[in-house]
């Protein structure tokens, strides 16, 4: 079994600090909204961008995946009575000049195998896909 463990601390009612190993993070905990920092339904959806980043390092070397950009956009849909994350979609787009049956197979072990994914689709609608984006040639060919 793993543990983790972060520690947020209230600096004042412009927000809070959160901590983990070596890394420190401003959270947007103020009653007014903050630009500068993460709130907390936006740090959920930056969990699961993360899991998912992690998961694809994680398996590409192991069935082979090839490629050169990796970039996911979330977007959740909270509701108000009770408060929860409603809905959340998913989109992983790779450069990549691998097969649709290839990008399957890595969407399946992000699915499968992420730890945050796996926690919040218990309790929400998640769904997403993962989409190959145009390689850019040198030269604009």
Known sequence: MMEFNVTATWKNEQGSTAKCKQASLVL???????????????????????????????????????????????????????????????????????????????HENIRKYGTVYNTIISGTDLSGAVVRIPIKHEGGK
């Open 28 to 106: 947007d905990t103020a009653s007014k909204s903050r630009n500068d920092a993460f709130n907390p339904a936006e740090l959920l959806l930056a969990a699961l961008s993360a899991c998912i980043i992690k998961g694809i390092e994680r398996v590409a070397p192991m069935i082979d995946f090839s490629f050169h950009h990796l970039e996911v956009h979330v977007h959740g849909v909270r509701q108000d009575v009770p408060p929860k994350m409603e809905s959340i979609y998913y989109e992983v787009r790779l450069g990549t000049d691998e097969t649709d049956q290839r990008l399957e197979l890595l």
